[in-house]
């Protein structure tokens, strides 16, 4: 895949810190025209006048106009601009030696103008996360954080340095919403590599990346033969809750980045003694690693200081294993989403269905060392050790009653380097992120419990997790949510025929993990790959799901074997799996449960190869707010797929094939929503050694 010419259409460094998808109204001509649905019925003051009507935003309304955008803004849409006053104007054109707009040209004010403006209307109440819920016109995540200003008003935060007008923010208009800015906002245009290049306190990590040749690893950008117009959008109804079709499209933009982890140099220094530039120390220190995690290539060719390219030698590996194969545009797209109280709805505060005084929010990552992963922790619950408080977010972290093991905190960037490129973004670590024996034995010696949404990368890379508003069920605006259906060969690792494969946007009422959930329909044949597994032994994967009456039957395979009899998504816990009058409907009950009981319970359901959804999986009900809880409900389950011998040096894969005629059903609607891997150390073998835990 060669590098896109970004310069085709990009100048100046002015981008912003995340490719990700382009919404229908994301203009690329000024003849574009959205859907009839965005018109208004104008009746006050337009953006457009907004800006020509007041003195202090001259300069920037010479930009929209030179940029060609100015009619746009008179006439329609739902537009958020994000407005530099004059003498923000006149600071950014000062830093650059020019000393005017005059001197800018056409292209320069074309990226400008698009970078201040999103496509959809924003209100501070709205930046409650690390970025904008939705990308700017140059197709990029405006980075948010709160903070203050001058006269300590607590304000809005845009790419670290631009804040929002405290006196002027949120003032709507005809066709949208201003939000006056004191900076030009910003962002680097170059590849990731150069911005690691450029900050000189990593630079041990990037000569290690240079010397290894892993940087010709991480150099694709985006698809360009990709184009979401050469595909239908698809019309369906998914479970027994929607009583009307929505609408799947494919997702706008094929993208291709990566996350890194850095140790500063100070860390290296400090912690291990490795002074700056020393290659030869690092490589001590990953061999003092991966010598034991990989024992058979100490004595081959590629592992000697004189090969660091080879794919066996300990640094090149060491500096993979720092490498995610999918770009995080800020820390909390490392774990589970999150949502502020919305609509004074209870329990909207954190990561989204789950229960964090239970459970630690994390998600499992695929990194560029073949067949390992990685796990980032949210600290949520208690016994906060190490200098750790409750919202930091760690590497490899396990703090149980087995394994006392801290992880490597993930820290900010210092603001005067930039660290969001056109394909990748890095985060500091206070530690060494390392794949050793003891993360493989017994850190990652655990449940891997997984979204779909994680298993494929391309999904946080191109944006697609977009959350909006989970209690706008039928929502018609798209900033609160958008369904995508995925065309064949956009997914690496997956192949499918007869099919369509969509995903399901959260939403609040839904007794589903994360409240998101992809779903097979039609004569399918479906493959994936698994997730990597740690170690090699026998593992069991489980996929969670939502029974329907709308669903069908389909035969698993792994590895092209078969797996038992065919999964009907039909049967529920309660009238199909039936173990007496045991099933557990009420959650007060189940908590009342005595561990002995609680055994007895999950060893009938286990023994027929079924297990309830997690205890720590909540939703909202409809309207009224109130928790409903997953493992109280007999359409939740985690099926058995399979349990057996898997190598974790190998791609294992499962197919999915339907059994069902669809005539009972929605097509043979099938429903993919997260997937366990679980060792044997964890579930046991004929109901020996330890209950699994019910989180």
Not at 203 to 209: P, R, V
Request: net charge negative; proline share 4%; hydrophobic share 35%.
């Amino acid at each position: 895949m060669k590098r896109k010419n970004i310069f085709k259409t990009i100048v100046g460094g002015l981008m912003f810190a995340m490719l990700a998808p382009l919404s229908p109204l994301i203009l690329t001509s000024c003849s574009d025209e959205p859907d009839s649905e965005y018109f208004y019925t104008f009746t006050g003051e337009m953006m457009s006048e907004y800006l020509k009507n007041r003195p202090e935003y001259s300069e920037f309304a010479e930009i929209v106009e030179r940029a060609g955008l100015m009619d746009q803004l008179s006439a329609y849409g739902h537009y958020t601009c994000f407005a530099p006053n004059n003498e923000a104007v006149d600071q950014f054109l000062k830093d650059r030696g020019l000393s005017s707009v005059s001197d800018l040209s056409n292209a320069d004010c074309d990226t400008i103008a698009r970078t201040h403006l999103v496509s959809y209307m924003y209100t501070t109440y709205d930046m409650v996360g690390h970025k904008m819920p939705t990308v700017n016109m140059l197709n990029r995540y405006l980075a948010t954080e709160p903070g203050f200003d001058n006269d300590s008003n607590a304000v809005i935060v845009l790419e670290g340095l631009a804040k929002i007008i405290y006196e002027l923010k949120n003032d709507s208009v005809e066709n949208g919403i201003m939000q006056p800015i004191d900076r030009v906002i910003e962002k680097s245009n170059s590849y990731i590599t150069d911005l690691m290049r450029d900050n000189p306190k990593i630079s041990t990590f990037y000569s290690a990346l240079m010397a290894t040749g892993v940087i010709n690893d991480v150099m694709l950008v985006e698809d360009e033969n990709y184009n979401s117009k050469d595909y239908e959008p698809y019309y369906t109804q998914s479970g027994g809750y929607e009583q009307k079709k929505k609408k799947y499209e494919a997702p706008d933009t094929k993208k291709y980045g990566y996350t890194f982890f850095i140790e500063p140099d100070e860390v290296l220094e400090s912690k291990y003694g490795i002074k700056k530039g020393d290659l030869r120390a690092l490589y001590d220190l990953a061999c003092s690693i991966y010598d034991e995690v990989y024992p058979q290539d100490v004595n081959a060719p590629g592992h000697s200081f004189e090969n660091l390219t080879d794919s066996v030698n300990p640094l090149h590996r060491f500096i993979q294993y720092h490498i995610l194969n999918m770009i995080a545009a800020g820390a909390d797209d490392l774990t589970p989403q999150e949502v502020a109280n919305v609509q004074g709805l209870t329990g909207f505060d954190g990561a989204i269905g789950i229960l964090e005084n239970l459970v630690n929010p994390c998600d499992w990552h695929h990194t560029l060392l073949p067949h390992r992963m990685l796990k980032v922790d949210k600290v949520t619950v208690s016994a906060y050790r190490g200098g750790s408080k409750r919202g930091d977010r760690y590497i490899n972290r396990r703090n149980d009653a087995k394994f006392n093991f801290l992880g490597q905190r993930i820290e900010p960037i210092d603001d005067e380097y930039k660290h969001d490129g056109i394909n990748g973004h890095y985060f500091y670590v206070d530690d060494i992120v390392a794949f050793t024996k003891d993360v493989q034995d017994k850190i990652q010696n655990q449940r891997i419990r997984m979204d779909f949404n994680t298993v494929f990368p391309e999904f946080i890379t191109n944006g697609l997790r977009i959350l909006g508003d989970p209690t706008q069920a039928d929502a018609v605006e798209e900033k609160y949510g958008r369904n995508w259906c995925f065309p064949e060969g956009y997914l690496d690792g997956v192949s499918f025929t007869n099919c369509k494969f969509i995903w399901r946007r959260p939403v609040s009422m839904y007794n589903i993990y994360m409240w998101d959930e992809f779903n097979l329909y039609g004569n399918f044949d479906f493959t994936f790959r698994l997730p990597y597994i740690p170690f090699s032994g026998e593992w069991q994967v489980r996929l969670g799901y939502t029974s329907q009456t709308t669903r069908g039957v389909a035969q698993f395979y792994v590895d092209g074997i078969p797996q038992g009899i065919p999964l009907d998504m039909t049967k529920d816990l309660n009238t199909d799996y039936y173990i007496g009058d045991d099933f557990i409907d009420d959650i007060d009950t189940y908590d009342n449960m005595s561990e002995e009981e609680k055994a007895e319970y999950y060893k009938a359901l286990k023994n027929l190869g079924v297990y309830p959804h997690p205890r720590s999986f909540y939703y909202n009900s409809a309207g009224s707010g109130s928790k409903g809880y997953n493992v109280a409900q007999a359409i939740g389950q985690r099926k058995i797929i399979s349990q057996s011998y898997l190598d974790c040096n190998k791609d294992h894969y499962i197919r999915i094939r339907v059994a069902s005629d669809g005539k009972g059903g929605r097509d043979n609607e099938f429903a993919l929503d997260f997937l366990e891997l679980v060792p044997k150390s964890v579930y046991g073998v004929d109901g020996d050694g330890e209950m699994e835990d019910d989180l």
